[in-house]
């Protein structure tokens, strides 16, 4: 079975913390995204990647940074984190070109911030 | 991409089809219709996604007007297992680079 797996399902960090999320897929898949999900709000794109150490803006990639270094692995980095930013992250991939809007998501990570 | 409209919430008894709405009225023409479902604390999982034909695959079929400016997500048996967020999303098949931008969607219940 095909397969993004998330490092963690449930994670509480401290003000000020740097965060990893780790994402992980097995499908050889050369796209790769983080989104978060909040009430009310849907789901909304931080970053992605299309191919290895590149890396493109979402919709709200303020207080993240992304790094790229294996086609397999996507990590989602807070800096510093902050109570705005507790919330349930998601990882998703897709290959390039025909078919690229098909995403596999992975089961998300609810971080909580504190 | 076009914006989707759809209902925010629909009831369907086990066992019966659900038809789930959504409005694209501004779809150009080389705009695909995708559909993607979530179920409570999971990560949303793909259903099926048309141009302007109708299709179907194993979980659901997909109903294209001919005007393209609205579909029908119907799932024909509907099972409490079906119970989630219905995201109808409508994108440009050569624009992106497979970055979708979800909806609010509908929340389906399925009721015994």
């Known amino acids: 079975d095909v397969k993004v797996t998330q490092s963690s399902r449930y994670l509480v960090k401290r003000t000020g913390e740097k965060v990893f999320l780790e994402c992980v897929q097995d499908m050889d898949h050369e796209n790769m995204f983080w989104y978060r999900q909040d009430p009310g709000l849907g789901l909304r794109l931080i970053y992605f990647s299309y191919d290895v150490k590149m890396k493109e803006k979402g919709d709200i990639p303020e207080g993240y940074s992304v790094s790229r270094e294996k086609k397999e692995r996507f990590s989602l980095i807070l800096e510093s984190a902050s109570t705005n930013q507790t919330s349930m992250y998601l990882c998703?991939?897709?290959?390039?070109?025909?078919?690229?809007?098909?995403?596999?998501f992975g089961s998300g990570t609810q971080l909580s911030v504190l | 991409d076009a914006k989707t409209t759809q209902p925010p919430s629909m009831d369907c008894a086990e066992g019966r089809a659900a038809n789930l709405p959504c409005n694209h009225s501004t779809i150009s023409g080389n705009e695909y219709v995708y559909w993607y479902r979530q179920i409570h604390s999971q990560g949303p999982q793909y259903i099926i996604h048309?141009?302007?034909n109708n299709e179907t695959n194993e979980m659901a079929s997909l109903i294209i007007t001919e005007d393209r400016k609205s579909s029908t997500l119907i799932l024909p048996h509907a099972t409490l297992r079906d119970t989630a967020v219905y995201y109808c999303?409508?994108?440009?098949?050569?624009?992106?680079?497979?970055?979708?931008?979800f909806g609010k969607g509908t929340k389906l219940s399925v009721k015994p």
């Open positions: 999303i409508v994108i440009n098949y050569g624009g992106s680079q497979g970055n979708l931008i």
């Open positions: 998703a991939s897709s290959r390039a070109g025909t078919g690229r809007e098909k995403l596999f």
């Open positions: 048309g141009l302007k």
